[in-house]
């Protein structure tokens, strides 16, 4: 009961208080209007050089978005205590670590979801893409298996950034190395090989490709394989990132580094 | 006279030389400008590869190498007064008897320095990683139109660090230019292809003026008449800046609200 108290009040408690992007002010230019805007970039980009249809690229860049906040806000989740000076002191209650850190996850798949959906019906509403109206129910699920994948990303991102100081040039050297290397513009068989054999292992790359599938028409029992892949790889990142959270802890406790910003 | 001559040279160089101290040591605002662009350029180039058509990959390598021109000048010029506000400089600087222009003009041409080592550093990643030969018919023209593409954004850069002085988030909106920036002025994809209304307000931007002067001593055309539209409407910005600057530093401190974060 309390693990369960910690993961769903703590973990939304947590994001309420860290994610310091909830003001509107912030919120509506880099979770509304940016995404929006790298959608149309591509699009554009993309019939310019007569490569692929809009489609293409509004899922791909709606779904690339989502790892903005499921990178930023994890990594806050975590970071903020170090600079709000509370680390130590969460660290050294007895809860248990596995609600303590994935409850701050699930606030953040919600947001990358958000943001991703957002995305995805701005470009259907401003460019010529059309999804078959059964195929939104199989999205929707896709697209929160894939924030939810980039999150184990942003779990790893986050423990590491327990050392690292400049957590936002870290968070968008990931974001471009998901940008280029996951399929986001350019199809993994257009790709070079090995950047296609790097992008089979990060978060993105898998669920895009179902996305992409189940917008052309292919039902939830076609992409069963993705989809199955894009959890693996995401569950690959949080089970990372909570070894790196133990061994940075231990690591910071022997150093006395935990609370050094 | 002289004297006075000399004093005013010794500040924009003092203030110059600081700002570009600040800006290549700074992680955010020196490294991530020049790799945040570098990586939308690869991803644009990469799309472009698709089709390997050699007249298009020469068209988007030349617009994909002064993106970067955009990034360092829009996400740290609308966060320039805002990190000045955090460091409590703020209002040290309006208090000083140098006025605010004579400070930010120097401070926005360092960006723009950064700006154009984005240039360098792009042109030799086409070519290392993607074998783009940038052809130029005459170089001297083209350099002359790169530096007029970096005057005039730093007056855009001037533009918005003082009208997003009361913008105490001004980072997002800044962050939030950066692919209106690389849609409308033309870097990988023409202007022409938007929709007629969004238009004019590419004309409305020095650098999309500066773009097409690049192309045309690349090409062999004459730049002149664009690098004239350039060079009037950045003086446009640099004169609406001034007089805006002082406006609203002006009921800053009347409200007092200069420091209030």
């Not at chain 1, 149309?40 to 007569?50: Q, V």
């Amino acid at each position: 009961m309390t693990s369960l108290r910690i993961f769903f009040i703590g973990g939304l408690m947590s994001y309420r208080a860290m994610f310091g992007w909830l003001s509107p002010w912030i919120l509506i230019p880099s979770l509304v209007v940016s995404p929006i805007c790298q959608i149309l970039l591509f699009a554009y980009i993309g019939r310019s050089a007569g490569v692929r249809d809009d489609e293409f690229y509004v899922i791909g860049n709606a779904l690339n978005y989502a790892a903005i906040p499921c990178l930023f806000a994890m990594a806050s989740t975590i970071e903020g205590e170090r600079q709000g000076r509370t680390l130590g002191i969460v660290l050294t209650t007895p809860a248990r670590r596995l609600p303590l850190f994935l409850g701050r996850a699930l606030p953040v798949i919600a947001n990358g979801w958000g943001v991703a959906m957002v995305g995805v019906l701005a470009g259907v509403a401003l460019l010529d893409v059309e999804i078959p109206s059964g195929a939104w129910p199989a999205l929707v699920f896709v697209v929160v298996v894939t924030s939810a994948s980039c999150t184990g990303l942003g779990l790893a991102m986050g423990a590491v950034v327990l050392r690292v100081r400049e957590g936002a040039t870290f968070g968008n050297v990931i974001f471009c190395v998901l940008l280029v290397f996951s399929g986001v513009n350019v199809a993994r068989e257009d790709l070079p090989g090995w950047m296609a054999s790097v992008g089979a292992w990060l978060p993105l790359t898998h669920g895009i490709e179902a996305a992409r599938l189940l917008a052309d028409g292919s039902n939830l029992a076609d992409v069963t394989g993705l989809v199955a892949r894009e959890v693996g790889v995401g569950g690959l990142y949080t089970v990372l990132g909570l070894l790196l959270l133990r061994y940075f802890e231990a690591e910071s406790r022997r150093t006395a580094s935990l609370e050094r910003v | 006279m002289k004297d006075r001559v000399a004093a005013l040279l010794h500040q924009q160089a003092v203030c110059y030389r600081l700002q570009l101290k600040v800006l290549s040591t700074s992680a955010f605002e020196g490294f991530l400008a020049v790799l945040f662009p570098l990586m939308f350029a690869t991803a644009a180039l990469l799309v472009y590869r698709i089709d390997g058509d050699p007249e298009s990959m020469q068209y988007a390598g030349l617009g994909a190498a002064i993106m970067g021109m955009w990034t360092c000048q829009g996400v740290v010029a609308s966060s320039l007064l805002s990190r000045e506000r955090w460091a409590g400089t703020l209002e040290l600087l309006v208090a000083a008897p140098t006025s605010l222009t004579r400070i930010l003009v120097p401070m926005t041409m360092a960006m723009s320095t950064i700006g154009l080592y984005s240039v360098v550093a792009t042109i030799a990643w086409e070519r290392w990683v993607f074998d783009i030969r940038l052809e130029i018919d005459n170089w001297f023209l083209f350099v002359v139109s790169v530096l007029m593409a970096a005057v005039t954004l730093a007056t855009v850069g001037f533009f918005l660090s003082v009208t997003a002085i009361r913008y105490r988030t001004s980072w997002a909106l800044g962050a939030a230019l950066e692919y209106p920036g690389w849609l409308l002025c033309g870097f990988v994809i023409p202007v022409s292809l938007l929709p007629d209304w969004v238009q004019p307000l590419s004309w409305a931007i020095p650098t999309t003026w500066a773009m097409d002067a690049i192309r045309a001593s690349a090409n062999g055309g004459s730049p002149w008449a664009d690098l004239a539209v350039c060079a009037a409407t950045g003086a446009v910005y640099a004169v609406a800046a001034a007089y805006l600057g002082r406006r609203l530093v002006d009921s800053a401190r009347r409200h007092a609200t200069l420091a209030l974060t």
